[in-house]
């Protein structure tokens, strides 16, 4: 398989690089900084940045315990989650202490960090595998992508996973485009910033489809005999295999288990047949990275399929990530999963941008500027419509906070969980219908609440709106402890 080497640079030339790559930092930076002061309970998967910030607030009460994540819903407390390894809120609990300040703001520049080293990392890979205006077209279109700009400064684990997965994937081709084979650092580097990214995310796990080609085109059928080969998958997964069973031991929901059993081991992991998912796509894929990016990717794709080993690395790169969107994220349906293909999509744009290169500049030029330039609106755009403050949240959850005690334990009728941190109180979400051991008629309910330490029920007619029974029973039984344009909260310690 040949593979063209890129030529060496120059100072000056490796100076302007950098240049430019900082440039693209500090655009993405002045776009991104006011929206860091952006509470989780934005409009953007508000649920999942709560949960998030909820384990941080949790690590600076109660200290740092990565096998013991805290929530605040669904129990009176501890609330322990089996979930990926808590890099992000350890990290935010760190730096509010050494600046002795608690904001959202810490934990989404921590997030943008990591986004950010994500970047380098896909500029990286793109310089060993294509020309530099390629790399910096895969750097640039990663970067301003709807889907990057906006969970980019998000308070969820994905930005660290990405980094971690970017960094895999760098250390990955460099071992395997080195014609020294004996060369180990990078072997070794890329197994383990893979086992960080599975411990962050689970679905990352995909990637071992890239893994195993390069070991396949790298050693032939002789891998099998290659010691080492079953070293790096030991070093690749027995972290994730043994955090999740510690996390699993410790937790009362066991998220991570649950996924798995109900979904991931059944046939809904062919769920991209399913109407449901066609619809998802189609309405995600186009919200996430553009109409353009997608029809550009898919001719990368195409450019893929050539006996150079540069092509060949990204062909089973994208067959790594098409593999996890048409399986897990066909069957979760959650937009954010869709963000691990963003690098391999940024690279195949610049694969394109690079076939073109070979064929001339001017192509190659006007390519770069109308991509560039459509991404930059779409992400910017995009980003301006999700970062902004659920001011009805920020009101309830102050609301519930001054007329309840710290310690108290609530129940809301809401399905979405951000209200718990917004009123950074523990509780139960009211007829959600989703646990089998909390009873589903409504009187039945109220006094499961009861029974578990539930001081007040938080009435806003959320989920409870359809069925009256919730409002009479409280209202006929109970004290109104106070009352707002927003909610009513009974105390369900004081009977009428």
Known sequence: MANRKPPKMSE????????????????????????LYVQPWDNLEAWRQSDTYSIMMNYIKNGIDIFRPQVNYDGAGPNIIQLELQILPALGVITCNLYNKVTPAVPRLI?????????????????????TL?????????????ITMSFSRAIMPETCALFFLCGGIFFLADWF???????KCPFWLSAVFFAFAIMEKLPIMFIGVLILAVMA????????????VYAYAAVTLLPSAIYYAIVARFSEFKMVNNLAVKHAFTWEIFSLLAPSSAEFFKESLPGSFGNLVILIAIAGFICTFKKEKSRLFLLFLAASFILECTTIV???????????IAPTIALLCGTAVD???RLGRTQSFGLV?????????????TLKRTAKTNEYISKLGSFIAENTETSAVIAVDRMCTDIFAAADRNGYRANIKYYEYIPQEPIQEVQYFIEHGVDYFVLTGETTKADERYRKHLSDNFMVHTASSECVIYDLRKKR
């Not at 390629?134 to 709807?146: D, G, K, R």
């Open 12 to 35: 000056r030339q490796s100076l302007c690089n950098l240049a430019v790559v900082l440039a693209f930092l500090m655009l993405s930076f002045a776009l991104t900084y006011s929206s």
């Open 111 to 131: 997030s943008l960090m990591f986004f950010y080293g994500s970047a380098i990392f896909v500029y990286l890979i793109g310089k060993k595998l294509m020309h």
């Open 134 to 146: 390629s790399a910096f077209t895969a750097m640039f279109v990663y970067m301003f992508l709807p």
């Open 177 to 183: 485009l080195c014609e020294q084979t004996d060369e």
């Open 217 to 228: 085109m790298k050693y032939q059928y002789s891998m099998f005999r290659k010691l080492h």
């Open 330 to 340: 066909a069957m979760i349906k959650l937009q954010y999963y869709l963000i691990f």
């Open 355 to 357: 076939e073109l290169f």
């Open 369 to 381: 500027f109308v991509v560039c330039i459509v991404t930059f609106a779409l992400g910017n755009a």
